[in-house]
Structures are given as C-alpha cells and as structure tokens.
C-alpha cells in the first residue's frame, strides 16, 4: 500500500541569481512501512525532496500525498499541525536545543500533542530507551558524544510516534562505529515500530541499510544498484 | 495553544551571559532615566500645585502682571478684606488671611553669597498654609527666621551650615535658625522665612507683597474679585491660588520638554542597542528556531519565546535600573529659579521605569521574532 505518492513535483528557487531546478517533474511512490533512502550528490536535491515530503516545504507544481493527505493543499498552520502529528525529522546536525537536556528535547514534540504529564513521561523514558539513553535524562547536549546526540535526536523523531521519520544525512557527522549504530537503530525502528522511513544520504554503504534506493540527479530519480555502485 | 516549555527563554539567557548582561544593562539605564525623568517632572508639576492652600486666594497687585515678587500692595489689604468680604475661612476663631512678602535676596551662609527665596510672614501664615509643620526648633521673633528642609539644597550648602542656631546674612543683617520646617510636596520647604514686620524694615518696604485668603466656599472667590473691582484705590487683583500654582507650572513647560525628549533619546538608543543584541542573538539560532519549526511548532510559539526572553531581560534590567533610581534619586532635590522640589521617587516613578524597561525590551525584540517567524524553515535548517 503506498504511504507516500508523488506526482510531476516540480521545485525551483533562486540561488545567487541563477534559477535552480533540483526536481523537475519527479514522480515517486514509497509503501507503507518501507526503508526507503535518496541517494545523490551534493546539491542534487535529495534534502529538498525531503522537506517537501516532510511538508518543510512547498511544490512549486505537482502533488505530494503522504498517508493519504494532499500537503498541497494544506495552509501553513494546518501543515504544522500535520507535520506535529505525523513526522519525526531527523537531521544531520541533529539541531537539539542546547539549553535543554536529552530528557526534555525528547519531550518538544510531546508538547505539541494532547498528552498529560504522566503520558508524556512515559513516552520520552521509553523512547531514550529504545535508543540506549536511559540513564541520560538530564544532561545536556554539549554533555554528550556526536553519536548519542544523534541518538536523542531519533528519540525525539520518534518519540510521538509518527508514521513517518525522515533523515537527512543522519550519520553525515558521526564517525563508522557511531554511523554504523545510528542505522542499525533506525532499522529495527522500521522493523519493530513499522514506521515508513526516507533517508537522505550521499553514502553507497548507508543506503544498503534501506530496503530501497533511489538515486537523485540532474532534478529526476532513478533506480539504486547497489552492485552496480560497488557499495 | 502549543508554547515552548517556560524554560527555554529562561535558560537562553545563560547561552551569551555577557550579552544578556548588556542588554539587561541598557534596559537599567533606560528604567533608571525614566524613573528619573518622571520623578522630576512630576515632583516640578506637583510641589508648585500642591504648594497653593487649597480653596485660597491670592491677592496681589494689579500691575504686577501675576507675579508676586513683584507685586507691592498695602500691608492695610489683610485687614480690609477681612472687613469687606463675608465668608472668609475661620480657623481657631481666627480668620485664614495671611499678609506676606515675597523675595528674592542673596543669602549669605559662613561668607559666601547664595541666591535664595524670602518669605515674610505673620504667625497668620500657617492659618492658611496648613502643609507647613514647625519640626524643628520655634517660630522665629526679631533677628530670626525659620528655614524650609530644602534650603541647604536650594543655597546649595549642606544641611549642617543651616542647624539650628547657625546664622544667615541678608539685606544687611544677621538672622539666628531657631526653626526648621516641612511643607511635603510643596516649594515652600526651599523658602526662609522671617517676620513679616522686621523683613518689611530690613528690605526698606512699606509694602507687602500679596494677601493670601481661605474661603468657606468657591461663590466666595466672586465676592473677592468684587472687592478688588469696588476698591480701586488698592489697585488690587484677584487670583486663585491653584491658579496662580498652575500657571507658576506651566512657566517650567519647555523644561519639562526637554527632560521627556532626552528620555526618550536614551530610550531609543537603549531600544536600538537592545534590538541589535537580540537580533544577533535570534541570528546565532537561526537554523535551532527552523529545526523547531520543522518539529511542528508554530510562529507564534517562537515569537513568544523571543519576546518572553527579552521580557526577562528587560524585567531585569528594569528591577536593576529602578532600584538604582530609588537608592540614588530618591530624597535628592533639584533646585530651578528661586524654587526647589524633591524628586518624587515614589511607586508610580518606579511603575513608569519598569514598565518602560518591559516596553522597550519588547518592542526591541519585535524585529528578531519577525525575522525568525518570516524564516524560510528549509533555509533556516541550512545555516551555519
């Protein structure tokens, strides 16, 4: 069953003057529940296409339905409503907020949902759980390695449990080892939780962890062979 | 409503501590001026308003163009009005009818010249000027006189050169402080006053310079200009004393001006170094605030953060700059032609100044949230 569907997505913006189209009539579908990873270099678009999926952004033209829900047609309110609701990003540079500890930028999304104080502790506790911090409720980010940064970060991704996580470049910081444990934790996500995720990466090995790989360039995708690319 | 935790603007003040000292730091200044500029404009304003008697009249020359130092009416006005006119005041028994001289001398104290104001008086003065309290000492006879609490400010000496039985040199004869007066609120207490009679003698003047009068009720203030209309050969004038005051006031208007535009200088500074800092702090955060947007959280939720931040800071700069006003301001006095008033630093003072410091501090911190809110979110996630 498709959770995700685009249809002729057209985007274009302004850079130093020059016009850019990363995404010119980009067609896709991602199933329910499917590990699905972007590959392409960098400046291809793959980041744009995600924050369009992830209703960051908008289609200059086309259509993006994610679970059944037309993004276009949602005004920015409603959009942020939806995006509360229904994704947990990811990203690079895992933008938690420093003044806050891992506890309580776990907690952000919770605040955005109905929950009482007991719900939302117990998710945020199950939630640093899952990602191996449970005994680092209170420090703050600046207290922490780059790995487990990222780890509170998925744990903030997840932690409303959306249908969707996207993650833009989520090991582009992190040495192997930390890389290496970041996706294997996002794969038993997918696995355990059955949540539909999209990776952003420029990385032939990170892109094996996906059970689909596509790759992005000069504004159209096309299939990832992963043999083919030697990864 | 979906806010971000009450914590967030609280602890964002401990990112930049030394700019969040700055910033606090201009709102203190800005909260000390205002407290500063309102105390002296409303302690101008009100110490000449409430230095007028109330329900009183004033009955001066004709010629002296509202001016009493230099009116000159006959000392005979005191009794002739008390004679003509019914309804006059009584108290104790005695009619609230106070003849005195008002003027301009130089003041001598341990040698040294000062500008300072004389008030000659009859013990019928505090009839009608009920504000004055004897604190100190007695009323003064012949070759004494009783000084007001703010002399010394107003001679600009110090208050150990006015004690009691310290001598003053005026129109050419010593006068022993045997008393000491208050008159809170009102010009009164930078004025010396000595007998009306001896004064008269020592100034060389058969003449005194005004009546004061007290009223049962206002319909008696028709009957005093009445008697000054019928007694043509005093060439006398009428005027209500809270007139007189009013009137006194608005002569210090383009001071009062001046005092506000300067406060509103530094206020703009104060809010152009406040928006500057907070820009760049909103500046630093950017792709932190767009990563919060991208969690779902609206503009208003952000605009609310930066806005309670400044608030922070503008509430301490405010308790900073207001309790710098009252331990440096409070009981000073300023002294403006022959007057001088107490600064009134009192609760409304330090309402203006915290308020004030609150108010900048948010307008400071409008052009950081609009910037934040306009953010494009994919943008703002790729910034540095």
Redesign the interface.
Known sequence: MSFIELSRVTKTYRRAGHVVSPLVEVDLVVEQGEFFVLLGPSGSGK??LL?LL?G??RVDSGRIVVGGRDLSALGP?AL??W???N?G?I?Q?H?L????TAY?NV???L??LPLGRADRHERVALALEAVGLGDRHDHLPRQLSGGQEQRVAIA?AIVADPPLLVA?EPTGNLDADSADAVLTLLQRINRERGATIVMVTHDPRAARRGSRAMRLDKGSLRHFDHEEAGA | M????L??PL??L??RPGRALLTAGCSALAAALLVGTFAFVRGMAESLERSAPPRAAILMSSASMKDMVRSAISPAVADLVVADVEGILEVGGRPAVSPEIHMGSRIIVDGRPHEGFLRGVTDRAFLVHERVTLVEGRLPGAGEVMVGRLVADRLGVTADRLALGRVLRYEDADHVIVGRFAAPGTVLESEVWAPLVELMGEARREDISAVFVRVRDDEVFADLDLFTDRRLDLELASMRAADYYRELAAYFEPLRLIAWMMAVMVGLAALFGGANIMNAAVQDRL??L?????????GFAIVLAIAAEALLQGAIGGIVGTTAARLLIAGSSVSLAMQSFSLRVDAPSLAVGFAGSLLLALIGSLPAALKAVRM???SG??ES
């Open positions: 980041s744009t924050n992830a960051i952004d309110g942020a409503d995006r509360a609701e994704v990003y990203f540079q933008n907020v420093p003044v806050l309580e907690e952000l999304p605040g955005l903030r833009d | 979906r806010l971000l935790p914590d967030y602890r964002n401990g990112r792709r932190e767009a990563a919060l947007r991208a969690l779902g959280y609206g494009n979110v994919a996630l790729k």
